[in-house]
């Protein structure tokens, strides 16, 4: 005997109520720890045996080195660009995410590197002129001045946040009564 399906119900759900999220016991957060998503690696795999059929697109590395990152996989990232170095110097926009990897991975003066070299192939990259200016200011010891003035050029071509890197830098350079 065939059973009847009932058709499919669509909707929303409705949260009643509330709950305070913020607690004042004593007791340690929890800690998680997130794991990669095994369908990005797979993609991640499939985009890098692409590469190796076209080991000069920088548009295709450009792509995994972002996905890498996405991933917290830093130093994949960084063996894929080294593994593909045609591609990684071909495009300022490779060498930027490339400087973004280095960057994320506590790299700083190696991310300038490839930024500087970015900014060679594309002086108006405001992307790199930002990035480089983090690059400044995460640097040990920092840069507070050259990193303003990187800043400056990345507001000067549109960046968005470049406006609160300045102050940021600025606050470095003259800190307020409360910084002791």
Known sequence: ?????????????????????????????????????????????????????????????????????????????LAAGRHFPEALNASAQCLTTYGKVNLAANRPREAMNYFELALAKNPRMAEAHFYTAVALISSTPPDPQQAIASARQAQALGYANAAELIRQAERMLNPGPDAA
């Not at 993609?43 to 059929?53: C, D, V």
């Open 1 to 77: 005997m065939m059973r009847k399906r009932r058709p499919a119900r669509r909707g929303f759900i409705i949260f009643f109520g509330w709950r305070k999220i913020v607690s004042k016991r004593p007791e340690s957060p929890v800690q998680t720890v997130c794991l990669p998503d095994p369908r990005a690696m797979q993609q991640s795999i499939a985009l890098y045996n692409t590469l190796r059929e076209s080991p000069k697109d920088s548009a295709l590395l450009n792509q995994l080195l972002e996905m890498y990152a996405g991933m917290r996989e830093f130093d994949e990232a």
